[in-house]
């Protein structure tokens, strides 16, 4: 019964920039850990970035210094601020309820080399 809805993705040229949401429905982010991840081409899914309960963050070192997760209490909804963007950050990003495993249907985002 929780929704997690991913929304953002699309093709941006390397150093550009894009910014993933996750709208939740069912599940309070601001009480919630969540994390965004990403499954490249022929890659495993891999956590890209995460934030607690009580709003610490985490990176993966390949995103840190470029993404930026967050979240809005109101609006119930975690965003990935992804910028200088490369094409090794192609993939298909998923939004993540940790605690209950509850995964997003994903968004792909791709930078072409």
């Known amino acids: 019964q929780v929704q997690l809805v991913e929304s953002g993705g699309g093709l941006v040229q390397a150093g550009g920039s894009l910014r993933l949401s996750c709208a939740a429905s069912?599940?309070?982010?601001?009480?919630?850990?969540m994390g965004w991840y990403r499954q490249a081409p022929g890659k495993q899914r891999e956590l890209v970035a995460g934030i607690t309960s009580g709003g610490m963050t985490n990176y993966a070192d390949s995103v840190k210094g470029r993404f930026t997760i967050s979240r809005d209490g109101p609006k119930n909804t975690v965003y990935l601020q992804m910028n200088s963007l490369k094409p090794d950050d192609t993939g298909v990003y998923y939004c993540?309820?940790?605690?209950?495993?509850?995964w997003g249907q994903g968004t792909q985002v791709t930078v072409p080399s």
């Open positions: 069912r599940i309070a982010v601001n009480i919630n850990a």
């Open positions: 993540k309820a940790e605690r209950f495993g509850y």
